[in-house]
Antibody, heavy 115, light 111 residues
């Protein structure tokens, strides 16, 4: 069974940082592109970032470029998102999702940016 | 950037009737590899999004055949036949041809 479990969210002040993690199981993690998608309260999902299977090619939405860094550790079957210089508008549930087609999603981890 | 526009944004449906959701993209979604990366997702209240349909018309495993997708180029449709109470939620079209863009969502409710 494919399973994606996010962690690392929390309450952080504007300008702060967090590292989000996504632990994958039930499939060969190193074979798949992976994504981060976020959903602000009461809004639709928004794609944030993706990384190819070996971690050599990340891509980002313009809204997070320069502040967020996606990475992965294929030996640990884990995807990461380092989020820096956080703003109020980054408040959202952050989901990891698998594959080009976003075929499986985790349950999400909540990030709240507030003073 | 590709803009995805869904209609209607609210869809009250009687149980057993058919629901239809339209999705239009601002650019053709045909990829250089010949595929059209248009998917449909369902998000039930309090849950993560779940993919129903990929590459326009392919149903994911476990998705009832009441759900069907169609379309090409810039115009796409999700049809839900014989609507059931468990279909309540928000439906999103998503393009994956040029990075990823979600539609605004269509909220399906039972009349």
């Amino acid at each position: 069974e494919v399973k994606l479990v996010e962690s690392g969210g929390g309450l952080v002040q504007p300008g702060g940082s967090l590292r989000l993690s996504c632990a994958a199981s039930g499939f060969t993690f190193s074979n798949y592109w992976m994504h981060w998608v976020r959903q602000a309260p009461g809004k639709g999902p928004v794609w944030v970032s993706r990384i190819n299977s070996d971690g050599s090619t990340p891509s980002y939405a313009d809204s997070v470029k320069g502040r967020f860094t996606i990475s992965r550790d294929n030996a640990k079957n884990t995807l990461y998102l380092q989020v820096n210089s956080l703003r109020a508008e980054d408040t959202a549930i952050y989901y990891c999702a698998r594959n080009w087609g976003l075929d499986y999603w985790g349950q999400g981890t909540r990030v709240t940016v507030s003073s | 950037d590709v803009v995805m526009t869904q209609s209607p944004l609210s869809l009250p449906v009687t149980l057993g009737q058919t629901a239809s959701i339209s999705c239009r993209s601002s650019q053709s979604l045909v990829h250089s590899d010949g595929n059209t990366y248009l998917s449909w997702f369902q998000q039930r209240p309090g849950q993560s999004p779940r993919r129903l349909i990929y590459k326009v018309s392919n149903r994911d495993s476990g998705v009832p055949d009441r759900f069907s997708g169609s379309g090409s180029g810039t115009d796409f449709t999700l049809k839900i036949s014989r609507v059931e109470a468990e279909d309540v939620g928000i439906y999103y079209c998503v393009q994956g041809t040029r990075l990823y863009t979600f539609g605004q969502g269509t909220k399906l409710e039972i009349k």
